[in-house]
């Protein structure tokens, strides 16, 4: 493929990671887990949105939690595989 048609993935430190649970859930204190620990060494930002205060979020993901999304994406759900969410950030 051309250089010119490539598209150069972000930097780990200009993603963002958001956390989708909500409070009591043992595979969210899980996820949080992996997800600071990935996000603290690639310096990309973490965030934490509860399905208990947004309707909109509760319809969409109240089966999954916890859900991971990079960049608003859905990425994971269930569980955070640390590998797979650090090559994610890395583009």
């Known amino acids: 493929m051309s250089p010119l048609l490539r598209r150069k993935s972000p930097e780990p430190a200009d993603r963002t990671v ?4 909500k409070p009591g859930c043992h595979l969210c204190d899980e996820a949080r887990e992996v997800i600071v620990r990935v996000t603290a060494e690639l310096g990309a930002t ?3 949105k509860d399905i208990t205060r947004d309707e909109e979020l509760y319809r969409r993901y109240w089966e999954q939690i916890p859900v991971t ?23």
């Not at 958001?18 to 649970?21: A, E, H, N, P, Q």
């Not at 999304?69 to 595989?81: C, P, S, T």
């Open 46 to 48: 973490f965030e934490e």
């Open 69 to 91: 999304l990079i960049d608003g994406r859905q990425h994971d759900f269930w569980r955070v595989d640390e590998n797979r969410l650090r090559k994610a950030l890395a583009g």
């Open 18 to 21: 958001t956390l989708v649970g």
